[in-house]
């Protein structure tokens, strides 16, 4: 069994920064890629930003320059820090992780960008 938990969402006026962050635990061999979606009111999930294992680093043409993804591998742990946050950030952030061939997703944590 695999539990990703997620924290640091919350409400932050437009041109603000908050950071994610995603931890892993449980049954843990080996992550692969760690990625974060999100997905916004009457759209569906997309890729936001995703790092291999190694560092390698892909971005959503939307957040690029703004956002920045990085891990902890002693930690199981990935991080988005977003700077110059926008109203089109707004959404729900999920981690996803790829274990042994599998996927796994977090709950989620909001993001809402608002004055």
């Known amino acids: 069994q695999v539990h990703l938990v997620e924290s640091g969402g919350g409400l932050v006026q437009p041109g603000g920064s908050l950071r994610l962050s995603c931890t892993a635990s449980g049954s843990i061999f080996s992550i692969g890629f760690m990625d974060w979606y999100r997905q916004a009111p009457g759209k569906q999930r997309e890729l936001v930003a995703s790092?291999?294992?190694?560092?390698?680093?892909n971005y959503a043409d939307s957040v690029k320059g703004r956002f920045t993804i990085s891990r902890d591998n002693a930690k199981n742990t990935v991080h988005l820090q977003m700077n110059s946050l926008k109203p089109e950030d707004t959404a729900v952030y999920y981690c996803?992780?790829?274990?042994?061939?599998?996927?796994?997703w977090g709950q989620g944590t909001q993001v809402t960008v608002s004055s």
């Open positions: 790092i291999s294992s190694s560092g390698t680093t």
């Open positions: 996803h992780i790829l274990s042994r061939g599998r996927g796994y």
